[in-house]
């Protein structure tokens, strides 16, 4: 183990410490604004449940994550090291689409009895924006690799249209774990994964910054699931959720091994998946499903899981998967 991987594991288990102390006073602050969650008419009715459970918990992980990288790379960010400063584009993607979030989880609260938040057509406008903006950043700022293939050892140039791809896997990427995050745990678990696989292969790359920042996220992540474990204490929202999506793509897009997140995100692409194909297959044929219920653990909910089933069998999955993307990317 090198150096720099060993302080890549390091702050991880420093942030994981910082979020588990300051886990209960924001819950207390959380519940005295009043700020619960809402839920969707048409969920089962053992959701209701968790009717009024604090939302907006994305910010307990993202605080820590985002505080932490800063200050250790405080010296590189000032010194205006080109590798040190580049770790401020996941960061700031996290931040925007953290805030993006809040707009929707506020509204959502201003909507208790809809429980809904931002038009998605207004969300998506939005998401499209930002999502430009990062886009151009990676391809002309960062210059970052355009795509690697397992078993081909050679980086693969797309020219500008590295830029539209970019686009797109940030806003799959971001609604992908928006529909993961439906169960207390899930979508904690599933991006802890991922980006401790995606951590892997910035250390096997020599991305000394982007491991460090995987890492450092991943043990916030643990500190959230601390709180996030059945039954959950709080929710991550939209919040959480956006910003982790977004982060995960443009790591991902960072290493050029943006393939693999087919791989390393099976669990995202398999929810969001069961969306498509259910509106699709509902349009098409006049009213009939393929499945009970999407995302899709609403359909194994409604099977006679138990939600502790899923998010285990889940994970399983999203484990094995990672490992497997963490040996493709060095194929």
């Given at each position: 183990?090198?150096?720099?991987?060993?302080?890549?594991?390091?702050?991880?288990?420093?942030?994981?410490?910082?979020?588990?102390?300051?886990?209960?006073?924001?819950?207390?602050?959380?519940?005295?604004?009043?700020?619960?969650?809402?839920?969707?008419?048409?969920?089962?009715?053992?959701?209701?449940?968790?009717?009024?459970?604090?939302?907006?918990?994305g910010v307990m992980f993202i605080i820590p994550t985002i505080l932490v990288t800063l200050v250790?790379?405080?010296?590189?960010?000032?010194g205006g090291q080109s590798a040190g400063r580049s770790i401020l584009l996941p960061i700031g993607?996290?931040?925007?689409?953290?805030?993006?979030?809040?707009?929707?989880?506020?509204?959502?609260?201003?909507?208790?009895?809809?429980?809904?938040?931002?038009?998605?057509?207004?969300?998506?406008?939005?998401?499209?924006?930002?999502?430009?903006?990062?886009?151009?950043?990676?391809?002309?700022?960062?210059?970052?690799?355009?795509?690697y293939i397992p078993s081909i050892n050679f980086e693969i140039d797309l020219g500008w249209w590295?830029?539209?791809?970019?686009?797109?896997?940030?806003?799959?990427?971001?609604?992908?774990?928006?529909?993961?995050?439906?169960?207390?745990?899930?979508?904690?678990?599933?991006?802890?994964?991922?980006?401790?696989?995606?951590?892997?292969?910035?250390?096997?790359?020599?991305?000394?910054?982007?491991?460090?920042?995987?890492?450092?996220?991943?043990?916030?992540?643990?500190?959230?699931?601390?709180?996030?474990?059945?039954?959950?204490?709080?929710?991550?929202?939209?919040?959480?959720?956006?910003?982790?999506?977004?982060?995960?793509?443009?790591?991902?897009?960072?290493?050029?091994?943006?393939?693999?997140?087919?791989?390393?995100?099976?669990?995202?692409?398999?929810?969001?998946?069961?969306?498509?194909?259910?509106?699709?297959?509902?349009?098409?044929?006049?009213?009939?499903?393929?499945?009970?219920?999407?995302?899709?653990?609403?359909?194994?909910?409604?099977?006679?899981?138990?939600?502790?089933?899923?998010?285990?069998?889940?994970?399983?999955?999203?484990?094995?998967?990672?490992?497997?993307?963490?040996?493709?990317?060095?194929?």
């Amino acid at each position: 183990m090198t150096d720099r991987t060993a302080v890549a594991l390091l702050l991880s288990a420093i942030t994981f410490v910082l979020t588990v102390i300051w886990g209960p006073p924001l819950i207390r602050t959380l519940r005295a604004l009043k700020v619960g969650d809402s839920i969707r008419l048409e969920l089962p009715d053992s959701y209701l449940a968790k009717m009024g459970t604090p939302t907006m918990g994305g910010v307990m992980f993202i605080i820590p994550t985002i505080l932490v990288t800063l200050v250790y790379n405080a010296v590189a960010l000032l010194g205006g090291q080109s590798a040190g400063r580049s770790i401020l584009l996941p960061i700031g993607t996290m931040l925007i689409f953290a805030m993006l979030g809040v707009v929707d989880d506020w509204t959502k609260l201003r909507r208790k009895d809809a429980g809904e938040g931002l038009s998605a057509r207004n969300k998506f406008l939005l998401q499209l924006v930002v999502s430009a903006v990062i886009g151009f950043g990676l391809y002309e700022v960062l210059d970052v690799p355009r795509m690697y293939i397992p078993s081909i050892n050679f980086e693969i140039d797309l020219g500008w249209w590295h830029i539209p791809i970019a686009i797109f896997i940030i806003l799959s990427e971001v609604n992908a774990v928006n529909f993961t995050d439906g169960l207390d745990g899930l979508s904690g678990l599933i991006a802890a994964t991922a980006f401790a696989s995606y951590g892997a292969i910035a250390v096997l790359q020599g991305q000394t910054y982007v491991a460090q920042f995987c890492f450092t996220l991943v043990g916030a992540l643990f500190g959230f699931l601390w709180f996030n474990a059945q039954p959950a204490q709080l929710i991550m929202g939209d919040t959480g959720s956006s910003a982790l999506g977004a982060a995960l793509a443009v790591v991902a897009l960072m290493t050029g091994q943006w393939p693999l997140l087919l791989v390393i995100g099976i669990i995202p692409l398999m929810e969001a998946m069961s969306v498509v194909l259910q509106i699709a297959y509902f349009k098409r044929t006049g009213g009939k499903r393929i499945f009970k219920m999407t995302p899709i653990h609403h359909h194994f909910q409604l099977s006679g899981w138990s939600d502790t089933q899923i998010v285990q069998r889940f994970w399983l999955i999203s484990l094995l998967a990672g490992l497997m993307g963490v040996a493709l990317a060095v194929i």
